[in-house]
């Protein structure tokens, strides 16, 4: 079984719509958890951490359940600059954070 | 605010030589990190630096891949003989003392012909 597992997508949708990216994750010890954007050919960039709580930045949400193993993340009102591939990526207790990526799922926005 | 280079964008070179992949992490930082990204595939951790020494690296980090901070500010990357399926974007990457958010340099394409 994969360490963290993604819809590879692509999800191909209009401006405006509304899409949710869900990930799971297999090692029950891991402690963090995160969204990554990567454009083509880019370095990650941090979108945001997910909390168990769940989280809210702006058009984005956050959402973690640990029992399940299980992260979502949903993007409300697409923009054409949302385009890219969103990444879910964990650290496991102890690991000096050394980060497991999952394989992504692109989204692609059209007008 | 604070980046993370990494020189050159891309290197090409033939099987078998030595490659150095350099970066400079932000200044403050006390954990360092190489990932690799093979075309089309996922960005997978090569080894993690900490104290001046190897803290953490994976199945991928051979005898053919060293690290070395050398001079308190570059972090490096040296393949000894580089193979075909060495080709892969490489990231160095940075963490701060109690911080969770790793910021990732721009990245060396390495090519292998």
């Known amino acids: 079984r994969k360490e963290v597992e993604q819809d590879p997508g692509p999800f191909n949708v209009p401006e405006g719509a509304t899409v949710a990216f869900n990930c799971t994750y297999s090692?029950?010890?891991?402690?963090?958890f995160f969204w990554y954007r990567q454009d083509c050919r880019k370095e990650p960039k941090l979108l945001m951490s997910v909390y168990s709580s769940g989280n809210e930045d702006g058009r984005f949400t956050a959402q973690l359940n640990r029992a399940s193993q299980y992260i979502s993340l949903l993007i409300r009102d697409s923009k054409l600059s949302d385009s890219a591939t969103y990444l879910c990526?964990?650290?496991?207790?102890?690991?000096?954070?050394?980060?497991?990526f999952g394989a992504g799922t692109r989204l692609a926005v059209h007008p | 605010e604070p980046e993370v280079t990494q020189t050159p964008s891309h290197q090409v070179t033939q099987m078998g030589q030595e490659v150095i992949l350099r970066c400079v992490p932000i200044?403050?930082?006390?954990?360092f990190y190489w990932y690799r990204q093979i075309l089309g595939q996922k960005v997978e951790f090569l080894v993690s630096f900490y104290n001046n020494e190897i803290s953490e690296k994976s199945e991928i980090f051979d005898d053919q891949f060293s690290v070395e901070r050398p001079d308190g500010s570059n972090f490096t990357l040296k393949i000894r003989s580089t193979k075909l399926e060495d080709s892969a974007m490489y990231f160095c990457a940075s963490l701060g003392q109690g911080d969770h958010e790793q910021y990732f340099g721009p990245g060396t394409r390495l090519t292998v012909t």
């Open positions: 200044s403050n930082h006390l954990y």
């Open positions: 990526v964990v650290n496991i207790v102890g690991g000096y954070n050394k980060l497991i």
């Open positions: 090692n029950s010890a891991s402690q963090s």
